[in-house]
């Protein structure tokens, strides 16, 4: 028995990343409302308390599913590391619906960049457990980014202003 669910937020008709979630897996794929609304309305539909958050675009083996599934435990954030603040990213996020319940779940203003960011500030201002992935497990398909600069800047300072503890490592992108 498999007690993890799976959330993909997704607007796209086909999502790639069905081909690698084992099909007996609990799978939410949402495609209504921004990417952090998804999230939660996903977590909130799961059949199972350990929840594994996918991009719609990648692909990987059964055997790192698996691993990363058995990794979720209350009090940690397992996933792929971010490209900025050496948290975690969206693409694969790993934890258990207690901690999303106790944080309020991804923050819905910040729409549909740097919830993951946020989630994963959560985490550590609580002192909990961070664990990263081997990146070389997944595959992603390559695809243009949305986020403007304009995008990233009000969201960074509203993520500094809403830590302050962390705001000179957000503002500098160096949080871990």
Same mark, same amino acid.
């Given at each position: 028995?498999?007690?993890?669910?799976?959330?993909?937020?997704?607007?796209?008709?086909?999502?790639?990343? !069905?081909?690698?979630?084992?099909?007996?897996?609990? #799978?939410?794929?949402?495609?209504?409302?921004?990417?952090?609304?998804?999230?939660?309305? $996903?977590?909130?539909?799961?059949?199972?308390?350990?929840? !594994?958050?996918?991009?719609? &675009?990648? @692909?990987?083996?059964?055997?790192?599913?698996?691993?990363?599934?058995?990794?979720?435990?209350?009090?940690? !954030?397992?996933?792929?590391?971010? *490209?900025?603040?050496?948290?975690?990213?969206?693409?694969?996020?790993?934890?258990? /619906?207690?901690? *999303?319940?106790?944080?309020?779940?991804?923050?819905?203003?910040?729409?549909?960049?740097?919830?993951?960011?946020?989630?994963?500030?959560?985490?550590?201002? =609580?002192? &909990?457990?961070?664990?990263?992935? &081997?990146?070389?497990?997944?595959?992603?398909?390559?695809?243009? =980014?949305?986020? @403007?600069?304009?995008?990233? #800047?009000?969201?960074?300072?509203?993520?500094? $202003?809403?830590?302050?503890?962390?705001?000179?490592?957000?503002?500098? /992108?160096?949080?871990?």
């Amino acid at each position: 028995m498999i007690d993890s669910s799976v959330v993909i937020p997704s607007i796209k008709k086909d999502v790639l990343t !069905l081909e690698s979630v084992p099909e007996e897996v609990d #799978t939410q794929v949402i495609r209504e409302g921004t990417l952090n609304e998804a999230r939660n309305l $996903g977590v909130k539909n799961a059949e199972h308390d350990q929840i !594994l958050i996918l991009d719609d &675009d990648i @692909t990987f083996s059964e055997s790192f599913f698996y691993s990363i599934t058995g990794q979720i435990e209350r009090g940690t !954030l397992v996933g792929h590391p971010d *490209w900025d603040y050496g948290l975690v990213a969206g693409r694969v996020m790993g934890f258990h /619906r207690a901690d *999303w319940k106790e944080f309020g779940g991804f923050d819905e203003y910040l729409k549909s960049h740097m919830g993951d960011t946020e989630f994963a500030l959560k985490f550590v201002h =609580r002192g &909990d457990g961070i664990k990263h992935i &081997d990146v070389d497990e997944i595959e992603h398909a390559q695809h243009n =980014r949305s986020v @403007t600069t304009w995008d990233r #800047t009000w969201r960074t300072a509203y993520l500094a $202003g809403k830590y302050p503890q962390s705001a000179l490592k957000i503002l500098t /992108r160096t949080v871990s």
